[in-house]
Nanobody, 117 residues
Framework: QVQLVESGGGLVQAGGSLRLSCAAS????????MGWYRQASGKQREFVAR???????NYADSVKGRFTISRDNAKNTIYLQMNSLKSEDTAVYYC???????????WGQGTQVTVSS
């Protein structure tokens, strides 16, 4: 298992930027996939972006070209740089880690992002 702590959420105007951080309690080299999901009020949790141990990156179509996922191996931290934010990006953002395909994934506590129009 791994503990994940998110930070960086807040209130921002439409068109603005925020950077989310997710610090892991173990080396991210030991984690197969780390990623970000979000859940808007009254909606299901949805995939946002992920980065694999090997460095492969995927994004949801809704955030391509606006969001960038990255990692700092020395700090055991991944980031989500969010630019050109829209009101529809308002949600609680969760960090997720999949240590291996045979282990349950871990979730952070979530951080609220609110984009005002």
């Amino acid at each position: 298992q791994v503990q994940l702590v998110e930070s960086g959420g807040g209130l921002v105007q439409a068109g603005g930027s925020l950077r989310l951080s997710c610090a892991a309690s173990r080396s991210i080299f030991s984690i197969d996939v780390m990623g970000w999901y979000r859940q808007a009020s009254g909606k299901q949790r949805e995939f946002v972006a992920r980065i694999t141990r090997g460095g492969s990156i995927n994004y949801a179509d809704s955030v391509k070209g606006r969001f960038t996922i990255s990692r700092d191996n020395a700090k055991n931290t991944i980031y989500l740089q969010m630019n050109s934010l829209k009101s529809e990006d308002t949600a609680v953002y969760y960090c997720n880690a999949v240590i291996s395909v045979v282990a349950p994934s871990s979730w952070g506590q979530g951080t609220q992002v609110t984009v005002s129009s």
